[in-house]
């Protein structure tokens, strides 16, 4: 009985384990369970969230290069529209040559206004701004610096405020238009500066989420319950514990009818009284 209720009781803490590991998912709670494979998975997962935070500076980074993009696509159209009355104001007469300089000059101060509201999160690559992508939680090295450009109409040596006689002449008019082109020129190289920064950006976001996937998954293998394998264990458990209590209940009832044996060999030698209908004596006694 003794050996039955010890295979009991630790069936019974088994079965709490394995109960705990099913509901949990986890084979690996606490240092306890396994200390190597409880801190190396902790390990795991601080160097991940580590990395989440990496990545989240880097995906504002690329919103910081793509505003920047922006500004410099819109910019390029305002460009693109100066020039157009420009190339009119060559053909056109005097009156209609004034009409197409208002114009052009309010062309020129939303190049400016463009330029000012490209920023992102207090960072304006169209206005020198400086972005620092940090890509490893603790290395130095491991960092892209995006350093901005000044793209308004006066970086590009266009000159806003014009009046009638600047464009008195297809001279005047003709160096407008040169000045255009380079400024299309200048942003198309910014572009590709901005192009290359963001090509870099994302494939450093793309393999940190990668390695923050094999970290956690790292984890997760030091430290995961088989559902199987342990629904199995339980209902193993389950019925270790019902034979168990059947043994041990087999135990009892057998040292019940030792003592009812041992009772009624006492009550034939008349060591102990008998009581009336517990036992008939055997017609061979002697009264």
């Not at 410099?72 to 053909?91: D, F, H, R, V, W």
């Not at 999160?121 to 000044?150: H, I, M, R, W, Y």
């Not at 990668?210 to 019925?239: C, R, V």
Request: hydrophobic fraction near 40%; aromatic fraction near 4%; charged fraction near 20%.
């Amino acid at each position: 009985m003794r050996a039955n209720l010890f295979s009991l009781q630790k069936t019974s803490k088994d079965m709490e384990v394995t109960q705990n590991r099913l509901s949990t998912g986890l084979k690996v709670n606490t240092a306890l369970d396994d200390p190597l494979n409880f801190f190396a998975a902790q390990e795991h997962r601080t160097r991940a969230s580590d990395l989440a935070s990496r990545k989240d500076g880097m995906s504002e980074a690329i919103q910081t290069i793509k505003a920047a993009n922006n500004g410099i696509e819109g910019i390029t159209n305002l460009i693109a529209q100066a020039k157009s009355l420009a190339q009119s104001a060559l053909s056109a007469s005097t009156t209609d040559a004034a009409i197409f300089m208002t114009q052009f000059n309010e062309v020129l101060s939303q190049i400016d206004t463009v330029a000012a509201d490209s920023g992102y999160k207090g960072v304006n690559l169209l206005q020198s701004g400086e972005l620092t992508v940090q890509f490893a939680p603790s290395s130095d090295a491991s960092t892209l610096n995006v350093s901005g450009f000044g793209d308004t109409s006066a970086t590009f040596g266009l000159t806003s405020g014009l009046t009638a006689s600047d464009w008195s002449s297809a001279t005047n008019i003709d160096t407008a238009i040169a000045g255009l082109e380079t400024a299309t020129d200048t942003l198309r190289v910014n572009a590709k500066t901005l192009s290359s920064n963001l090509s870099i950006i994302t494939a450093r976001e793309d393999f940190t989420s990668k390695m923050i996937n094999s970290l956690e998954d790292g984890a997760a293998k030091l430290t995961e319950a088989d559902m199987n394998e342990e629904g199995a264990n339980m209902l193993m458990l389950q019925t270790r514990q019902a034979l168990g209590t059947t043994s041990l209940s087999l135990a009892s009832q057998a040292a019940q009818s030792v003592l009812r044996l041992f009772l009624l060999s006492l009550i034939e030698l008349d060591l102990i009284p008998q009581r009336e209908g517990d036992y008939s004596p055997s017609p061979h006694k002697k009264t």
